[in-house]
Every structure is written in structure tokens, then in C-alpha cells.
């Protein structure tokens, strides 16, 4: 008996210059080629990098077979602006997205100076599928052999996921602030949660059975992170403000920089996937950071990749 690979899906960031896109042209073949259930692309929070995540969006939509999911964050928009990106997202083909609020500006606070129009993921959930509709209110199959006749049917919605946080976001006060905020997306028509990157399986298991006592419906799919070097750890948990994950920082500082901390950080991630799809998890979504050998190497060492999908 075969047994279907569980759905596996990549985040990638747009490079800082257009020096760096051949070298992500070449992730993603490397990427597309074990057939993900889509790629996404970063979004740099106040639109800096909307050009730039857009070209690399288009460039997926154009040259894979993998859907293109679209990272968009609000924080600093006015609506106009915030809908016109959708627009033009949605004008360039992009049919799914990754609902955001985004950070503000390093130095401001949540009482500082604009912020923008939209004050959660969940609003900005709303506003695209809000803009959506205004452009496609419904779908008309024309009637073959009636002239000018079509038959309507309720439009196709686009995909909106949102983030989840298994370990709390650094700005909620308490975990049920978390499940709160997730329903609260569910509830503005988001399908699915895409989790922050936690270090034990069941930080994630913990978290999706309180997400569904609280009545969550919707996959909420782990995101899982090598984590190659120390100083890797250092930068994520600046962001997250998680707490040391003491087994992993002690066998990374052991294996220092190099290819025995990559061994170190695959061989977790690769535990983690295992673990949490035993766990009941719908797929793994993984942190490629714009190199596909080390997810690569995470799924093959996981069993999720055949040998003879990648290629050379
Ligand atoms: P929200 O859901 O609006 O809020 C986040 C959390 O804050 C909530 O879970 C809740 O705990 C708390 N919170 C919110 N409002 C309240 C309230 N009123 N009272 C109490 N607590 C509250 N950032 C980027 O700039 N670009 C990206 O492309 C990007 N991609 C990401 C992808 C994933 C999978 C994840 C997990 C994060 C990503 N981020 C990205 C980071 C994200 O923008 C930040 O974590 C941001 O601070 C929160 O965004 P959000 O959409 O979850 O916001």
C-alpha cells in the first residue's frame, strides 16, 4: 500500500536587489519540483517590498505549477492603499494570501503616530475578500447554443490564511488573547492558520487543542524552522520572544556555525515535522530562507521527499 506525502508548502522573502533573483529563480525550481501546495512570498510591513514580493509572486504564477500565496500587511495603510495592493495582487493573477497586521516601524508603539486604518489581520481578512467581491461579484458560465445566455454562480472565493501563534504573540497578555485573535480571523472568512516557528511538538499540539475547544474550524498549519547556527537562534527569538529552547541552543553552540550546526537544525526540524504529523497535523509548512537544500534536506530526513524528486 503507497501512502499519500503529506501537503508540504515553503515561505520565501524577495531579495533586497535584483542582484539576488537569479539565485531565488533557482530555489524555486528546486523548490517547485517535489510539487508543494504553494510557495509563499514575504511582505515587507508599511509595502516596502511590495514591487519586489509582487515580481516574485508573478514569477512563481508564470514559471511553476505551485500557486503563489501573497503575504500582505496592513500596519501604517490607509484603506485606499491597502486595497489598491489588493487590487493590483489580485490583477497580477494572485489568488491567495496571508492576511497580516504587520509590526510598526522599530521606535513606535502601539499609541505613536499613524498606525494605519486597519487594526488587525482579521480586518484586512475582510477587506479582501471585500475587494474581491466589488471586482467579482459572481462568475457567469455562458449556455452553449443560447445566444448572450449564462449561467450565474456564486463567485470563487480567493484563499485568505492568517498567522497563529502556538507560543503566544509577544503583545498578547494572555494565551487566550492568541485563540481569541484566531477566531476572530476565522470569523472575518479566513481558511487557513499558518503557526510561528516553535520548538517542541507539543507547543504546536497544545495550541491547536485549545484553537478547537474554543470552536476553531479552520487548518492550522505548523511552520517549521531549521535552525542552522547559533546566532540563527539568537535572531528568532529577538523576534519571537520565546524563551531558549535549552536541548537545541546547547547542541548548536557545540556544533558552532557550518555544516555541523546545519546537521544539528535538520535533524530538529525533521523531528518536529514527524512529530507533529503523527500528532494529526493537516501538512508542514517550512521556513526555506531562500535556500532550498536545507528544507530539502529537513524532508528527506523526515521521509517526506523522495530521493528522486529533487533535483540537481
Ligand atoms: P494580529 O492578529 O492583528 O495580532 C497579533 C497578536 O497580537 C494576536 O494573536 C494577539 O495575541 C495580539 N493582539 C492583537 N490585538 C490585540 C488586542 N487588541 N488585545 C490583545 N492582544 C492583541 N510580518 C511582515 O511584516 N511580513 C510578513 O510577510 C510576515 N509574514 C509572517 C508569516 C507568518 C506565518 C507569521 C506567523 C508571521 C509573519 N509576520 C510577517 C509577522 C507578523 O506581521 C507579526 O507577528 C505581527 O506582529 C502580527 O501580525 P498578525 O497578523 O498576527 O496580527
Known amino acids: 500500500m503507497t501512502t499519500v506525502p503529506p501537503p508540504i508548502s515553503f515561505e520565501i522573502y524577495p531579495p533586497r536587489s535584483d542582484d539576488g533573483l537569479p539565485a531565488l529563480y533557482e530555489t524555486i525550481r528546486h523548490l517547485a519540483a517535489i510539487d508543494p501546495q504553494f510557495i509563499s512570498v514575504t511582505f515587507g510591513a508599511g509595502g516596502s517590498t ?166 476553531v474550524r479552520m487548518p492550522i498549519l505548523p511552520g517549521i524552522m531549521p535552525i542552522t547556527s547559533p546566532a540563527r537562534l539568537r535572531r528568532v527569538l529577538e523576534l519571537t520572544g520565546d524563551a531558549r529552547p535549552a536541548d537545541l541552543g546547547a547542541a548548536l553552540d557545540q556544533a558552532g556555525p557550518g555544516e555541523a550546526g546545519r546537521a544539528v537544525g535538520t535533524a530538529h526540524a525533521a523531528g518536529l515535522a514527524r512529530a507533529v504529523l503523527q500528532g494529526g497535523a493537516p501538512g508542514i509548512h517550512l521556513y526555506a530562507f531562500n535556500n532550498h537544500d536545507t528544507v530539502l534536506a529537513v524532508l528527506r530526513a523526515a521521509g517526506l521527499c523522495p530521493e528522486q524528486e529533487i533535483l540537481v
Open 50 to 215: 511590495r514591487d519586489r514580493s509582487l515580481g516574485v509572486l508573478t514569477h512563481i504564477l508564470r514559471e511553476t505549477s505551485v500557486p503563489p500565496l501573497a503575504h500582505l500587511t496592513c500596519v501604517g495603510s490607509t484603506y485606499a492603499d491597502a486595497g489598491a495592493v489588493i487590487r493590483e495582487f489580485l490583477d497580477a493573477g494572485i489568488t491567495r494570501f496571508l492576511a497580516l497586521r504587520g509590526d510598526p516601524p522599530v521606535g513606535l508603539g502601539e499609541d505613536d503616530a499613524f498606525l494605519g486604518d486597519l487594526e488587525s489581520a482579521a480586518q484586512l481578512v475582510q477587506l479582501i475578500d471585500r475587494v474581491q467581491a466589488e471586482r467579482v461579484p459572481y462568475a457567469e458560465t455562458p449556455v452553449p447554443g443560447l445566444d448572450r445566455a449564462a449561467v450565474v454562480a456564486p463567485r470563487e472565493r480567493v484563499q485568505i490564511a492568517v498567522a497563529a501563534f502556538p507560543n503566544g504573540h509577544p503583545r498578547s497578555r494572555h494565551a487566550h488573547e492568541d485563540i481569541d485573535a484566531l477566531l476572530a480571523k476565522e470569523a472575518a472568512g479566513a481558511t487557513l492558520a499558518i503557526t510561528q516557528l516553535f520548538f517542541r511538538p507539543d507547543e504546536y499540539l497544545d495550541f491547536v487543542d485549545r484553537a478547537r475547544t474554543a470552536g
